[in-house]
């Protein structure tokens, strides 16, 4: 009994262990196919794909943000040459309106120094013409008083002195002066600017009055202080009517010298 157990046990020990190396062999197999099944299938996939595209998310970010700033650095450097443009357009308007105002300035100063020029000039013409006239009517008033200083001569006849000597009497010359007859014309109005500004005075003309006692060659011998006085006496005597001179009973021609005083009434 002990042997046929002893030989029963021998018989199921070979094959206890071959079930055992096939039972492991089986698990090899099948752990070698989920392996292999789960290499296959492709579970790791999404996992690998989403940090593929997060690799490409960050590279497509870092590529905008570098595009960005390439933008911006061109947008600045226009900027900058814009407004350096910008400022030299405007210095440049800003020295052409200097040089604009600059030039008024000079073409103005110019026009102020012709018209001073001019006016200088007018003045020494004004003042030559006045000396002109001035000595003309020296030379016309010595002119004037030659003819009467001759006039007013004694003249002898030669031969009634030879013949017959003359007697005291006879030879005594009376001359008696021209004088303007008020009676022939109207005194001279006071001018109404005088009156405002209380201009007074005495002006004294000559005259050359003629045998009929006409008036001519007026002139201001000695002035009022006033011309408008000086002239709007002499123009109102010169329509006036003369006593001409006479001499020994003979209207003769002479110079007569008229005084005229203008004076306010207080």
Do not use: H
């Amino acid at each position: 009994m002990n042997d046929a157990v002893g030989t029963l046990e021998r018989k199921q020990g070979p094959g206890q262990s071959a079930e055992s190396v096939i039972a492991i062999a089986l698990l090899c197999v099948c752990a070698a196919a989920g392996l292999a099944a789960w290499l296959l299938s492709g579970d790791d996939a999404p996992t690998f794909t989403a940090e593929k595209n997060s690799v490409s998310n960050v590279a497509s970010v870092q590529g905008d943000e570098k595009l960005q700033s390439e933008e911006q650095a061109v947008l600045a450097e226009w900027q900058s040459r814009l407004e350096g443009e910008f400022s030299q357009r405007e210095q440049n308007l800003r020295q052409e309106a200097q040089m604009a105002t600059m030039q008024q300035q000079s073409e103005a100063l110019a026009l102020a120094q012709a018209a001073a020029q001019a006016a200088a000039r007018a003045a020494e013409v004004a003042e030559a013409r006045a000396q002109n006239a001035e000595k003309e009517r020296q030379l016309a008033l010595a002119t004037v008083r030659e003819k009467v200083a001759k006039v007013n001569e004694p003249t002898i006849d030669s031969q009634k002195s030879v013949a017959k000597p003359s007697s005291a009497k006879e030879s005594a010359l009376v001359v008696v002066p021209a004088s303007i007859d008020w009676n022939s014309c109207e005194r001279p109005e006071y001018p109404e600017e005088s009156v405002r500004f209380g201009q007074q005075g005495t002006v004294t003309m000559s005259f050359s009055v003629d045998a009929e006692g006409k008036p001519s060659d007026g002139e201001i011998v000695e002035s009022s202080g006033t011309r408008r006085l000086d002239y709007r006496a002499l123009s109102a005597i010169s329509r006036c009517q003369f006593e001409p001179a006479n001499r020994n009973g003979e209207a003769v021609p002479s110079l007569a010298q008229v005084r005229f005083t203008w004076r306010l009434k207080r």
